[in-house]
């Protein structure tokens, strides 16, 4: 009599319990496509997959537009326009602002170090007790060795991203055309999408109703908190009189698409300006006071009002989820972390209860 191998009836058992249902693996191939798709193709159609998002983001605004009884076209029309609107703004105004000081910051990294030497010199002959281990200095010296050539390689890294501008320009050019056909035609296309989609598609149908609600409410709050946290932190900085303030205020406006994280990488660049132009003077309290407080009405009243029960989910799993997505996808993989995350966690509820 032949006696089977206990480990294959183990993983036989597992598939027969989690794979019996056929809606089960209709979830299972869709997101096993959609994650291939995105990881052998996502570099080819990214015009195409960020003219989905800022589809999605702006779809909610039409659709309020055609409650207040305007035509489909019109409010199209008119919520391209604004979009395209402001993009045009962001490019002839605020664009060459940022890059002018960000090109001013890193020109002036060597006269930084030679301003936090002299201001180090004078710490140590007020408090020579705590700063006379030569192991201190050692650090010291390390230290501003490093930060200049960080200064350096970044000054090199910008000047490398201008190989890129044929692509930015074909992309400001293909992204506009695909975003207003997919606001217009959003209904057809959609249409023409779940054609192929698995016949048995309940479970698919229940994770995309459970998720859509949340991570529209994300994205869309998270692109608000953006503009309110970096305009802020750019008119709070301007009224202090700091340098930099715009390149700083986007800066600490961006960070918030990383949570947790972003925050105290951004505070590292607007503490060393501060430093940079006040010293320890009562300017820089000031400027502390002021950014502590920016942070924590964010993190205590403008998320919660923009998220409100969007981010159930535990900071482990957030960070993990910044990691993980970040180093597949980039960018893209960081800002949608939390919303892919959700995606997750709403396909494991889904999951039919039998086959667990």
Known sequence: MRVRNPLLISISDWFGRNFSDPAAVGLFFTVLFMLLFLEFFGHFFLPVIISIVLAYLLLSVVRQLKRWHFPHFLAVMLVFLVFIGLVIFGLVVLLPIVVRQLQNLVTEFPNAFTQSHQWLTNLMQKYPVIFADPRFQQTVTFVQNEFSRIGQVTLKYVWALIPNLITAVLYFILVPLLLFFFLKDSDVIAGWFTQFLPKNRSLVSNV??????????????????????????????????????????????????????????????????????????????????????????????????????????????????????????????????????TVADAVLRAWPKSAA
Not at 267 to 274: K, Q, W, Y
Not at 285 to 311: G, K
Request: with cysteine; net charge negative; charged share 5%.
């Open 208 to 341: 995309w109703k459970d998720v859509n609600t949340k991570i529209g409410c994300y994205v869309r709050g998270r692109v608000i908190e953006v503009f309110v946290v970096g305009f802020a932190s750019s008119v709070t900085f301007s009224i202090l009189g700091m340098n930099y303030a715009i390149l700083l205020g986007v800066l600490v406006g961006l960070s918030v698409i990383i949570p947790y994280i972003g925050a105290v990488v951004v505070t590292i660049p607007v503490f060393i300006v501060a430093l940079m132009q006040w010293g320890m003077e009562p300017h820089f309290l000031y400027l502390i006071i002021a950014y502590a407080v920016i942070i924590i009405l964010d993190a205590n009243i403008l998320m919660p009002l923009l998220f409100s029960e969007t981010m159930d989910l535990h900071p482990v799993v957030i960070i993990l989820s910044v990691l993980v997505f970040g180093g597949i996808w980039g960018f893209w993989g960081v800002f949608f972390a939390i919303p892919l995350a």
